[in-house]
């Protein structure tokens, strides 16, 4: 049907799903959704208009759209063990700038780890909302790379911010929830822990979770967790009850629920994408199953595989590896920059980015290391083989990155890998 009533729009998305097929997708934070998700985005759902919560809209004719929001906070709490859940947050931005807005004043002090150290625009850093309308400070790595928790603690003693943010775009080891929760709680500040990396790692119980530790928990639904692009926020509490008196300078963490929802709806946003809310559904409901457990271990697995054998062929990694689904590598000793890496690999079909490593000497636009993980390629069926392959195509493609021919062969061995992996049963 598009083909014939828009040939522009069809002719641009046949060569998007072409390059999608074609290529080997490393961008940690990208995946192939299931045809069923697909089917509930691209679904008569968009047509509706319903402000509100279910059971509490704003126009008339929701009682089906209610049905499928319930099934997705449902859904959203059991796989995540809290009492509450808001799957409206239009991506994982919106999730965070409603968490600021449902907890904190304009001006209200913030602590998130730094930009260029792996954390999140939205965690405060200075041209995003979060650090122009908050009072934004930051925590670093160590010069391992990993959090140093002993020197977060100190600077969140000595700053007193109100909200502490955990979660990362770029950082490969595991979180100390525990610590974190105990750091922000002592200080009585709200600790939200930003799982949007590894929400599906974290669903799947293959990596730990934030709840119980975290006051918040904010994410995005289309990375590790394997859904359409949108957003979650959850939180222990019912959000029923009317927001209480607080004793003075308290924080209300007994009306979280309330707040959050609130900030959503009518403080943010208005009427919730349904067919996306129907997608999350799905995905949630996906990621229930045992073969996403087993989807969740190949890709640590895969992780694991990749970093050692990106080792073996001389690449210096960030922390000297992995526990979870992404790496970064340090570039510093192949003589070529993040941004060159990056054209390199893409010369070969590879999709990367770059990213900047901590105590990075160089500047974003072009840093001194590259990000790249296995979610989307363990989508496609790949396993421990095929990332072995994979480190030998991106050696030769950074070490040749300027011979034209031999990243011609590379680049026609990876078509010839992408062939045995299909990744679309219909023809788009
Ligand atoms: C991806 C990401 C986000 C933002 O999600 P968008 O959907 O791109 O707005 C927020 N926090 C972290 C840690 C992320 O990795």
């Known amino acids: 049907m598009l083909e014939q009533s828009d040939p522009e729009i069809y002719t641009s998305m046949q060569k998007e799903a072409n390059r999608q097929k074609n290529g080997l997708e490393m961008i940690p934070s990208e995946n192939?959704?299931?045809?069923?998700?697909?089917?509930?985005?691209?679904?008569?759902?968009?047509?509706?208009?319903s402000e509100g919560y279910p059971g509490k809209r704003y126009y008339g004719g929701n009682q089906f759209i209610d049905e499928i929001e319930s099934l997705?906070?449902?859904r959203a709490k059991k796989l995540f063990g809290v009492s509450h859940a808001n799957v409206q947050p239009l991506s994982g931005s919106p999730a965070n700038q409603a968490v600021y807005f449902a907890l904190l004043n304009q001006g209200d002090k913030v602590m998130g780890l730094?930009?260029?150290?792996?954390?999140?625009?939205?965690?405060?850093?200075?041209?995003?909302?979060?650090?122009?309308?908050?009072?934004?400070?930051?925590?670093?790595?160590?010069?391992d790379g990993t959090i140093d928790y002993d020197a977060l603690e100190a600077q969140a003693k000595q700053e007193r911010p109100k909200l502490i943010f955990c979660g990362a775009t770029a950082y490969p080891r595991i979180y100390d929830y525990k610590r974190l929760g105990e750091i922000a709680h002592s200080i009585d500040s709200y600790f939200v822990a930003d799982i949007a990396h590894e929400a599906g790692l974290i669903a799947a119980k293959v990596v730990p979770s934030p709840a119980g530790h975290a006051d918040v928990i904010t994410t995005t639904t289309h990375k590790t967790l394997r859904g359409p692009r949108g957003g979650m926020i959850m939180?222990?509490?019912?959000?029923s009850e009317p927001l209480k008196p607080l004793p003075d300078g308290a924080n209300p963490r007994e009306n979280l629920p309330t707040l959050i929802d609130r900030a959503i709806f009518p403080g943010l946003q208005g009427g919730p994408h349904n067919h996306t809310t129907a997608g999350i559904a799905v995905a949630l409901h996906e990621a229930m199953q045992p073969g996403f457990k087993r989807y969740a271990q190949q890709i640590l697995k895969n992780a694991k595989t990749l970093a050692e054998s990106l080792m073996a062929h001389g690449f210096k990694l960030v922390t000297d590896g992995t526990d979870n689904h992404l790496m970064l590598i340090d570039l510093q000793n192949k003589n070529i920059t993040g941004r060159e890496a990056e054209k390199a690999l893409e010369d070969v079909c590879i999709t990367v980015n770059k990213n900047t490593i901590p105590f990075d000497t160089r500047k974003p636009y072009d840093p001194s290391g590259i990000r790249l993980g296995t979610p989307a390629l363990t989508t496609r069926g790949m396993r421990e083989s095929e990332m072995k392959d994979i480190a030998g195509f991106i050696s030769k493609a950074i070490e040749h990155a300027n011979d034209a021919a031999t990243k011609e062969r590379v680049k026609s061995?990876?078509?010839?890998?992408?062939?045995?992996?299909?990744?679309?049963k219909y023809d788009w």
């Open 72 to 74: 997705a906070v449902d």
């Open 235 to 239: 939180c222990n509490g019912n959000p």
């Open 413 to 424: 061995d990876i078509l010839e890998l992408c062939k045995g992996f299909p990744i679309f």
């Open 32 to 49: 192939y959704v299931s045809d069923s998700v697909l089917a509930a985005m691209g679904s008569i759902l968009t047509n509706k208009y």
């Open 114 to 143: 730094h930009l260029f150290f792996g954390g999140h625009l939205t965690h405060g850093w200075n041209v995003n909302f979060s650090g122009r309308f908050y009072n934004a400070v930051n925590y670093k790595t160590g010069q």
